[in-house]
C-alpha cells in the first residue's frame, strides 16, 4: 500500500513566502512615491490659492495698489501654512509695492533635473508657477 501525503513541501512553500514578499516591497515602493506626489500637489494647490488672495490684498491697499502686505495677510498665511503642513519645511514669501514670491518645498526630489536633490515649487505676481531649484533668497520676490 502507498502511503500518499497531501500538501506542500518547505521549499514550495518558502518560494511562495518569497514571491509575496518581492511583490510586497514592490508595492511599499510605488505607495511612498504616491504620497509624495499627493503631498506635492497639496503643497502646489495651497501657493496657487495664494494668487487670488494676493490680487485681493493689492486692489484693496491704500491709498494706492500694492503687494506690500501680501505675506502679512492672513488667508496667505493660511495657504503658506498649508504649503508648510504637507510639505513638511517651512515655507517662504517676499513681498514688495510691486510684487511678490511664495516658495514651499517639494517632497520629490530632483523635479527640475539633476540638482542638488531639494526642489521648490514657487509661485508669484507674474503668474509663474512652476518648480525652482533653489528656495527664494531674501526678498526675491519673483520665480526667475
Known sequence: MVN???GFTLI???VVIAIIGILASVVLASLN????KGADAATKSNLSNIRAQAEIVYDSATPSNSYDAVCADGTVLNGL??????????SVCWDSATEWAAAAVLKQTNVVGASSGTDYWCVDSEGQSKAIDAVLAT???NCD
Do not use: C
Open 4 to 6: 500518499k501525503q497531501k
Open 12 to 14: 514550495e512553500l518558502l
Open 33 to 36: 512615491s504616491a504620497r509624495s
Open 81 to 90: 501654512a498649508g504649503a508648510t503642513n504637507s510639505s513638511g519645511a517651512a
Open 139 to 141: 526678498n526675491d520676490t
